[in-house]
């Protein structure tokens, strides 16, 4: 036995530790528990009582000898990786294996979105995505007993005060916004608000609790439904291609009075029926509709004077439609296999 012990030690001594790999190889093969170190002592009970102490003593020996072997190839590697780390750098070499990266369909879409209404002269405006009523539901018309404001549509954070004013959410859209810059400035507005909003909604295929709307305001005298029309025309036919037609069907939104919701025709089947627009040859892209009077003055405009059209599309709608995404759920997942789709996008 006690030549098993020798033959430890000599192979202790003689092995070789030189970069992580090896280290590694060296802790399962004598430190680990089921390493040499752990037979040796395995043997310790079968040793005669008159060699324990002898053999016990060799046995610590070669533990201590591989501890000290182990903790040397560590110091040994951490040393070298210092030297590398302290190297000069040359930055202008290109990176190894470096993978091209791709923009997210939503960044992508976003973007774009916001390119098609600034070249005819909208601007971006932004807003805070914790919102009080006020800003959320009240400016824009909301009675006290809609149902938005009920728990199963919005995410409050304060909400049993005794005064509504007083209570605060996670914005359910981004015509907060709308709101602000009403409040803030003089008319005319001409701007798109896009950004992250929250509903208490539960996830799947086609809705999710957190998503990204943009809507859009235009205030001024005179301004006529049939400028909310050729402003929705036209953005459709930039962002799906110059055949797209829209349609505007009767539809009902508290801050808007006339209300449509706007469809285009389906860019996957031209029209003809497919199972993307349930065979009716034309899919729902945004809600829209003239500025109620009330939210005009509201937000301190003379509704008498200025008159103006507002509208508010899903950009996660935008997106699947535009590249064919079935699943709702593939923006918020970050699995590569689906991003590196969009390598081609920029």
């Excluded at 709307?213 to 962002?239: C, D, I, P």
């Excluded at 500025?291 to 899903?314: E, Q, R």
């Excluded at 535009?322 to 969009?342: A, C, M, P």
Aim: aromatic share 10%.
């Amino acid at each position: 036995m006690f030549e098993k012990v020798e033959q430890v030690r000599k192979e202790i001594e003689d092995f070789d530790i030189q970069n992580p790999e090896t280290l590694e190889a060296f802790r399962l093969k004598f430190i680990s528990k089921k390493g040499t170190m752990s037979e040796l002592f395995d043997l310790f009970k079968s040793v005669p009582n008159e060699e324990k102490k002898a053999f016990g003593m060799a046995l610590n020996q070669v533990k201590e000898l591989s501890r000290e072997k182990f903790e040397a190839g560590i110091s040994l590697i951490n040393a070298a990786k210092g030297a590398i780390n302290s190297a000069p750098v040359d930055l202008t070499l290109p990176p190894e294996n470096a993978e091209p990266g791709s923009v997210h369909p939503i960044s992508s879409t976003w973007a774009e979105i916001i390119n098609i209404f600034g070249r005819i002269g909208f601007s971006v405006a932004d807003g805070p995505e914790i919102e009080d009523d006020w800003h959320n539901f009240t400016a824009l018309n909301f009675p006290e007993n809609h149902p938005a404001r009920e728990m199963q549509d919005t995410f409050f954070i304060k909400k049993d005060v005794e005064d509504p004013k007083d209570q605060i959410a996670l914005r359910t859209h981004t015509s907060s916004v709308q709101v602000r810059l009403m409040e803030n400035g003089k008319p005319p507005f001409r701007a798109i608000m896009p950004g992250r909003v929250f509903r208490n909604e539960a996830i799947s295929a086609r809705a999710h609790c957190i998503f990204h709307q943009v809507e859009g305001l235009y205030v001024n005298e005179n301004v006529s439904f049939l400028e909310l029309k050729q402003t929705l025309y036209h953005f459709a036919r930039e962002m799906f291609g110059k055949d797209t037609k829209i349609r505007l069907r009767p539809s009902y939104f508290p801050f808007t009075e006339p209300s449509a919701e706007i469809d285009i025709s389906c860019n996957i089947c031209k029209g003809k029926g497919c199972n993307i627009c349930k065979h009716s040859g034309w899919v729902e892209i945004a809600g829209a509709g003239m500025v109620d009077p009330n939210v005009l003055d509201n937000c301190g405009i003379d509704s008498k004077k200025y008159t103006g059209f507002a509208f508010g599309m899903g950009i996660e709608r935008i997106t699947m439609l535009k590249y064919q995404i079935s699943d709702l759920r593939l923006f918020t997942e970050n699995d590569v296999r689906f991003l590196r789709q969009f390598n081609h996008i920029g």
